[in-house]
């Protein structure tokens, strides 16, 4: 079965601090996996795809196939971070997105 | 540069009643998907449209659920006889081969 687990509905961190946010997927074969940002008032968009291994607004996220996480990752918290941030996946193609059931970070000045 | 557009952006209406609910995607994007988010959920998967290949309708909870769409362009989700329970935010998605998927900003359903 394909499943997306976020363990953490909410993670609280000081402005400055390292941010690490949680996902952990199953899925038979080869997926691909996305975080995707929703801050207030605005539209889910693409934060990260884990094919074009970019760093986006600081942000990282590696695909480990052998622990399949796709943990996201940033160095040094920014209160405009704040926002509800999800994990997806996908089979190859365009085939639907399977979602966890997002974090919610809050930065704290 | 017009991004997906989805009509009404809140939809407030009485159990029983059925409800439409329209998606505009990105010009040139083949694929078309519907999504729901209930309060404190994630987002699930209802339907997804590919070119001219069959809908794959898996997503769908119940035969209360249809949508259509018109070649590539607008696609429109009908709800009959609504439940309570139908009450969530209905996201649609777009996107072209191998590109990841742009998402509307949602229509909110409440069901009274």
């Known amino acids: 079965a394909q499943r997306v687990t976020q363990p953490e509905k909410l993670l609280s961190v000081f402005k400055g601090a390292p941010v690490e946010l949680k996902c952990n997927y199953s899925y038979s074969g080869s997926p691909e996996l996305f975080w995707y940002v929703q801050y207030s008032r605005q539209r889910l968009q693409l934060l990260l795809r884990?094919?074009s291994r970019e760093s986006i607004k600081g942000f990282t996220a590696d695909l480990n196939k052998g622990e399949t996480s796709f943990h996201l990752k940033k160095p040094f918290a920014q209160e405009e971070d704040s926002a509800m941030y999800y994990c997806?996946?996908?089979?190859?193609?365009?085939?639907?997105?399977?979602f966890g059931k997002g974090t919610r970070l809050s930065v704290i000045a | 540069g017009a991004g997906v557009s989805q009509s009404p952006s809140n939809k407030v209406t009485e159990k029983g009643k059925d409800v439409e609910l329209r998606c505009d995607p990105i010009s040139g994007h083949t694929a078309l998907y519907w999504y729901r988010q209930r309060l404190g959920q994630g987002l699930e998967f209802l339907i997804y449209f590919q070119g001219n290949s069959a809908p794959d309708k898996s997503g769908l909870p119940s035969d209360r659920f249809s949508a259509e769409r018109t070649g590539e362009s607008v696609s429109t989700l009908t709800i009959q006889r609504t439940q309570q329970e139908d009450s969530a935010v209905y996201l649609c998605a777009s996107s072209t081969l191998g590109q990841p998927q742009h998402f509307g900003d949602g229509t909110r359903l409440s069901i009274l």
């Open positions: 997806a996946l996908s089979g190859t193609g365009n085939t639907p997105l399977v």
């Open positions: 884990h094919i």
